[in-house]
């Protein structure tokens, strides 16, 4: 399976971006699904995860303006950005852990998506 990440992009500071992570095999089963960041010269953090029951987890920096959600019919992670802040400058990754493919052949999978930029300027 694969994830391909988009949505990034150019920003001021205030505004919004949306994210969008779309599998590209039917997801069966979320055990958890999230958005991690790298900033320039930091270390990958994650921002926030959702699990298979709806549970969501936020970084405190993101608390308020960040929004994870998915629709499971379409396979697809998205993470509404609001409020942005210079500080929100990072590539962004998604990231599935759970189970993926038919009934009849399903596969355990830990997987990232290839990055998406966010710029943040002031």
């Known amino acids: 399976v694969q994830l391909q990440a988009s949505g990034g992009g150019l920003v001021q500071s205030g505004g919004s971006l949306r994210l969008s992570c779309a599998a590209s095999?039917?997801?069966?089963?979320?055990?958890?699904m999230g958005w991690y960041r790298r900033a320039p010269g930091k270390e990958r953090q994650l921002v926030a995860s959702?699990?298979?029951?709806?549970?969501?987890n936020y970084a405190d920096s993101v608390k308020g303006r960040f929004t994870i959600s998915r629709d499971n019919a379409k396979n697809t992670l998205y993470l509404q950005m609001n409020s942005l802040k210079p500080e929100d400058t990072a590539v962004y990754y998604c990231?599935?852990?759970?189970?993926?493919?038919?009934?009849?052949?399903?596969?355990?999978?830990?997987?990232w998506g290839q990055g998406t930029l966010v710029t943040v300027s002031s």
């Open positions: 959702i699990t298979g029951r709806g549970s969501t």
């Open positions: 990231n599935l852990d759970g189970l993926v493919g038919t009934v009849t052949h399903l596969r355990a999978v830990e997987v």
């Open positions: 095999e039917s997801i069966f089963r979320i055990n958890t």
